[in-house]
DNA sequence: ATCAACAGTTCCGAATTTCTGAACTACGGA
DNA sequence: TCCGTAGTTCAGAAATTCGGAACTGTTGAT
């Protein structure tokens, strides 16, 4: 398991975030993440829909969403928590992510927040 | 030639908006779009940066911007006239498309407006 | 120490998507 | 009618995504 990477924030580019979201499964996730405290693991996803997210493509997303920069994970023991950027991300791209979170949210039928 | 595929504004999703956007290549035709008043033709584009597009490449982004909701294209004689549908979009996803501009446009080297 | 269970990653082949040159359609002018 | 220009469609090659199976790394039990 190589080490994880993290672009740092002046290396994050608009259109890896805008790639990140543009798949509401990994949207949805990021808004269930976004939703959290502190740190959430992989697995307490459990189901995001009616569809079983199969576990490497869980993986993927959430790769997918750590080297946008969309997310910070850090192993901890057994377990991975993530949580998401948005402080850093907001004054980078300001508004960004959230217009992005409401919009997705305009929508019926969409990831509850827990 | 078929006619041209534009979705009603409530059919407009997130998604497909975000997707769109996240070809720098499209963003940068959204974004010279967006700085013109009326609209303009697919071929007045001419260059974008160094690489130059061919144009069933420039085809399928002008579809993609259109079939996601982002612009208005309308044959006009012997060209295409393009136009954002950047009010109506705003209406429906408050702040989204100008936070995006937004974040290419804080960018070194991006697309000039003209 | 050895083993088993668990969380998540990596690998790799199949399926899907994207890209683009070439052929084509549509319109306008000479 | 024939030509040139604007843009679309087609089709095959290249690239990307998806997901099952095997693997890695950690913890806890025996």
Chains 1, 2 share one sequence.
Request: hydrophobic share 40%; with cysteine; net charge neutral.
């Amino acid at each position: 398991m190589r080490p994880l990477f993290h672009p740092a924030l002046e290396d994050i580019r608009p259109e890896a975030i805008l790639y990140a979201l543009s798949d509401p499964e990994r949207a949805a996730i990021f808004a269930w993440l976004s939703g959290a405290g502190c740190g959430r693991t992989c697995s307490a996803l459990g189901q995001l829909g009616e569809r079983v997210i199969p576990k490497s493509s869980l993986s993927n997303h959430f790769k997918v969403l750590r080297e946008s920069g969309l997310i910070l994970s850090e192993r901890q023991g057994i377990e991975m928590r993530n949580q998401t950027r948005c402080a850093e991300l907001d004054e980078r791209f300001p508004g960004l992510i959230k217009a992005i979170l409401t919009a997705y949210g305009e929508l019926p039928g969409q990831p509850k927040a827990d």
